[in-house]
T-cell receptor, first 112, second 110 residues
Framework: NAGVTQTPKFQVLKTGQSMTLQCAQD?????MSWYRQDPGMGLRLIHY???????DQGEVPNGYNVSRSTTEDFPLRLLSAAPSQTSVYFC???????????FGPGTRLTVL | SQQGEEDPQALSIQEGENATMNCSYK?????LQWYRQNSGRGLVHLIL?????REKHSGRLRVTLDTSKKSSSLLITASRAADTASYFC??????????FGAGTTVTVRA
């Protein structure tokens, strides 16, 4: 099993550009989530999904969209990138809500 | 807002010593989890303790949970250089959202 995979690993955007961060898992997990990690602030939840077709907002959802058309994939879309979105983004999945989460390797995003 | 807060923020110990870090949280929880993050990597799950459990062990790790004080501790015994990492507690408060603290950075000196 590949576990949780994320692409790309690094990305540089200009202010106003849009892009999609990809996340996929091959463990048949129902629960998937996106976090951002900023220095000294731990992880903050952006959006999460409890199953295909079901998504909801986390702590810091503004400026991001998600969809969950399949169990395996949970892409995160930045609609119009801003310097405040410079961060490291982690995708995670778990069998169900509240279980141990498996994390991807992260995407380091810089917005100029 | 973040539910959990780790203490201390940073810890430096000699190889072979024990490392203890604490986590405090604000609301009732279903479970509390500890994760490790090596520099530049994703988080790795260490241990999950449920609200009706008081202590749990996994190898050199010992986790306690005191729901009356809304606090947990993680003890790493006989530390090794490979234990150098950041450690995070995360709480599941029945709301489909796992809430992470800011972490404790542990440095193990040879």
């Amino acid at each position: 099993n590949a576990g949780v995979t994320q692409t790309p690993k690094f990305q540089v955007l200009k202010t106003g550009q849009s892009m999609t961060l990809q996340c996929a898992q091959d463990m048949n997990h129902e629960y998937m989530s996106w976090y951002r990690q900023d220095p000294g602030m731990g992880l903050r939840l952006i959006h999460y999904s409890v199953g295909a077709g079901i998504t909801d907002q986390g702590e810091v959802p503004n400026g991001y969209n998600v969809s969950r058309s399949t169990t395996e994939d949970f892409p995160l879309r930045l609609l119009s990138a801003a310097p405040s979105q410079t961060s490291v983004y982690f995708c995670a999945s778990s069998y169900s809500e509240g279980d141990e989460q498996f994390f991807g390797p992260g995407t380091r995003l810089t917005v100029l | 807002s973040q539910q959990g807060e780790e203490d201390p923020q940073a810890l430096s110990i000699q190889e072979g010593e024990n490392a203890t870090m604490n986590c405090s949280y604000k609301t009732s929880i279903n479970n509390l989890q500890w994760y490790r993050q090596n520099s530049g990597r994703g988080l790795v799950h260490l241990i999950l303790i449920r609200s009706n459990e008081r202590e749990k062990h996994s190898g050199r790790l010992r986790v306690t949970l005191d729901t009356s004080k809304k606090s947990s501790s993680l003890l790493i015994t006989a530390s090794r250089a490979a234990d150098t990492a950041s450690y995070f507690c995360a709480t599941d408060a029945h709301d489909y959202k796992l809430s992470f603290g800011a972490g404790t950075t542990v440095t193990v000196r040879a």
